[in-house]
């Protein structure tokens, strides 16, 4: 607590990805900073996530391009803080002929910035022989993904930024922000110019009225961590349920009757937003989620119904044996649900709430967080502000 009562050019509540950023820009700017985070350690989404960096899954604008200049902003502080960003990129399996087309669709219209290739069933055999041959129609290759294991390197960014003069004050939970000021739980203040609150799924208790303005939601996503011995993939792999779940593909023509089928095929994929994605780690443990669930849907006990589903449609993506389950657990992130993807909003003077990024928070926050430092220091407006 020695930091607090000291007085900062900027204070972040919250060290998770958002917070973060959000310091690492401020520190680019030369601005003295105070991170106050609840917590000993990072353990929100930022530390419960694939740890996809997924420009492929952003739609073409602006939000590609934010993710496509986070991916540069990883690159960059991963070997100065010291843990790993491994280009992957990603591998997308067509299976039914309507997954097949809507990747055509995007290849041909969306996909600029991502070095998408179409492989045929052979050549995704010759280069990804852990991928299941039968039934296959093909896959889209796509360069742009990054592979980060956010359990270290959201704890690694933090002690980075913290040899670099950051102020970070653990186990300290921030009760009030306003301006000039963040009123802490055992009664001191944190004295700042500005207060960035980035407080992730926290944030409806300390601004309950931003959740309310924005429509931003709670949702839950159920996760597994498998072992997977002497197997390598050496790309992150999505199948077609996926092509359902990232608004990049939301414009495809065919994408209307996949979602048919897939509702036809099983109710529960649609019940419970199931869709599975797999993530290797340096280690050769599969990182693999996930499903979807609201607000009031919500319960602090996971279903092992979403489980085994998870479990059944990767056994049709991918041909490996001998798993086991290593580890289980579910995040929460917000999430708007009026079609925007981030909320950028000024509840009072001199402080600025940054969040609900989904479940793109490790995607976009690097390049949110430097356009919203740049805002702040022109004193331009931020997109959001009218929120
Ligand atoms: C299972 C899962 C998988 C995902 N996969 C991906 C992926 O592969 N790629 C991707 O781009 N995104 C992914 N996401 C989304 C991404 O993880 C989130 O968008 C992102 O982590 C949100 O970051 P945050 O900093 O806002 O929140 P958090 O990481 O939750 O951090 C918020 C922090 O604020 C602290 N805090 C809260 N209130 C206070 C307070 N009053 N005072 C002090 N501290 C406070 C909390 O303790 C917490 O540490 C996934 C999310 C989940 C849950």
New binding site residues.
């Given amino acids: 607590m020695s930091n607090a009562n000291k007085s900062y050019d900027l204070a972040i509540?919250?060290?998770?990805?958002?917070?973060l950023s959000h310091a690492l820009a401020a520190t680019d700017a030369g601005l003295r900073i105070c991170v106050?985070?609840?917590?000993d350690r990072?353990?929100?989404?930022?530390?419960?996530?694939?740890?996809?960096?997924?420009p492929v899954g952003m739609p073409p604008g602006e939000a590609r391009a934010h993710a496509l200049r986070s991916r540069e902003i990883w690159l960059h502080v991963a070997p100065q803080a010291g843990f790993d960003a491994r280009a992957v990129g990603s591998l997308h399996l067509a299976r039914h002929e309507d997954e097949r087309a809507v990747l055509h669709e995007f290849m041909q219209r969306r996909a600029d910035g991502l070095h998408a290739e179409w492989l045929s069933p052979d050549e995704v055999a010759r280069r990804y022989p852990g991928v299941r041959p039968d039934g296959l129609l093909g896959a889209m290759r796509a360069e742009s993904e990054l592979a980060i294991d956010p359990r270290h390197a959201i704890a690694a960014w933090a002690d980075w930024l913290a040899s670099r003069g950051v102020s970070f004050l653990w186990n300290?939970?921030?009760?009030e922000a306003g301006q000039g000021f963040v009123q802490l739980a055992d009664a001191t203040r944190v004295e700042a110019d500005h207060v960035v609150v980035?407080?992730?799924?926290?944030?409806r208790?300390?601004f309950p009225d931003v959740y309310e303005r924005a429509s931003v939601s709670r949702c839950k996503?159920q996760?597994l961590r498998l072992s997977a011995p002497a197997w390598r993939i050496g790309t992150h792999v999505a199948g077609g349920l996926t092509l359902r779940h990232y608004k990049a593909f939301e414009d495809c023509p065919t994408l209307p009757d996949l979602k048919q089928r897939v509702a036809r095929e099983n109710p529960l994929y649609d019940r419970y937003g199931i869709h599975v994605m797999a993530?290797q780690r340096a280690d050769g443990t599969l990182v693999i989620?996930?499903s979807h669930e609201y607000d009031a849907a919500i319960t602090p006990f996971d279903n092992a119904t979403i489980e085994q589903m998870i479990l059944e449609y990767l056994a049709r993506m991918l041909d490996v044996e001998g798993l086991h389950v290593v580890n289980r657990w579910?995040?929460?992130?917000?999430k708007r649900t009026d079609g925007q993807w981030l909320v950028r909003a000024c509840p009072t003077p001199g402080v600025t709430v940054v969040?609900a990024?989904?479940?793109?928070?490790?995607?976009?926050?690097p390049a949110i967080a430097e356009a919203t430092i740049a805002a702040l220091r022109a004193s331009t407006p931020l997109q959001g502000l009218s929120i």
Avoid: K
């Fill in positions: 509540i919250g060290a998770g990805i958002v917070g106050i985070e609840s917590d990072p353990s929100g989404a930022s530390i419960r996530n694939f740890g996809m960096v997924w300290t939970h921030a009760r980035c407080s992730g799924q926290d944030t208790l300390l996503l996760m993530a989620g996930d579910h995040g929460i992130y917000a969040n990024l989904g479940g793109a928070g490790m995607t976009l926050a």
